[in-house]
């Protein structure tokens, strides 16, 4: 049968039926940049792939990236995790202390690897809860209190004390030279409870992405190396990696925003300016 008569059998248009949609071509170049996105970052999914397009300048819708990325078989796959006890009401917990401004909380804990003949690698990762940024991210052999007061020192320095620094309850957190120190600069401590690493939900969730994005993916020779690689991805978390609760800023836009925002000069009211009532 002709394509004439079948579409007449069906009462369809021809010219429908000949239209060739243009989507495709572009939905193409669009494809072979998320692949490429995928390539270099593998365990990042699709809403850090329209992120790095927005930022490259392109007007890409979210759900259209999502559709490709999922069409193009790059989805991360997803872990399997442990079902988590819930606290009933008559058990003791601890309220969780929300940050509210810049310095307001630090964060730290300990992330373990090892190098490529089996040693350990200890990492120390100090975040600020409320911008998300990564201020220091150190790694060695070993890390005991006087490396921590020395780290400490050195962004108390740098950026001021913060009021609060949440911990779990290692020694290395517990000691009385970290303490003493953090009491001379003002800053009070916050352990969570024994067992509980959620109530440190942000050191937990920053160490979950860089054991997914460095640790698993790179090979470690030195500590040396491993501290290079790792002061790189930590330079790219603060100022390329935007986050969903910042607005899809990164944590340095949003820092830098903040002090924008605190150097504004303040509006003065023109006394000339009628007031109604």
């Known amino acids: 049968m002709s394509e004439r008569r079948a579409c007449h ?49 392109a007007p890409v819708n979210l759900k259209r990236v999502h559709r490709l990325w999922k069409l193009s078989g790059l989805q991360v796959p997803k872990k399997t995790r442990k079902r988590r006890r819930i606290t009933t009401p008559g058990e003791n917990s601890t309220t969780r202390l929300a940050p509210t401004y810049r310095n307001h909380i630090w964060c730290y804990d300990f992330i373990f690897d090892a190098t490529e003949n089996g040693r350990p690698i200890k990492i120390l990762p100090v975040l600020d809860e409320y911008t998300r940024e990564c201020l220091a991210l150190v790694a060695g052999r070993s890390l005991t209190s006087r490396h921590l007061v020395e780290v400490l020192d050195h ?42 690493p959620w109530q440190n939900s942000y050191a937990e969730s920053f160490n979950s992405r860089l054991r997914d994005e460095v640790l698993t993916q790179e ?25 969903s609760s910042l607005g899809y800023l990164s944590p340095s836009e949003f820092a830098a925003s903040l002090e924008e925002h605190a150097l504004r000069p303040l509006q003065t009211p023109n006394p000339h300016a009628s007031v109604l009532t």
């Open 9 to 57: 059998v069906l009462g369809h248009s021809r010219s429908v039926h000949r239209y060739r949609s243009k989507r495709p071509v572009l939905d193409r170049d669009l494809a072979v940049r998320l692949h490429e996105i995928a390539l270099a970052k593998p365990r990042r999914g699709y809403r850090y792939a329209w992120d790095q397009l927005r930022r490259q300048g």
């Open 155 to 196: 962004l108390i320095e740098e950026r001021g004390a913060p009021t609060f620094i949440r911990s779990d309850n290692g020694s290395e957190f517990t000691a009385d030279r970290v303490k003493a120190h953090l009491s001379s600069v003002q800053s009070e401590t916050r352990y969570v409870d024994p067992g509980a």
């Open 219 to 243: 090979m470690f020779y030195s500590v040396p190396e491993a501290q290079a690689l790792l002061e790189i991805w930590r330079q790219e978390y603060n100022l390329n990696r935007g986050h």
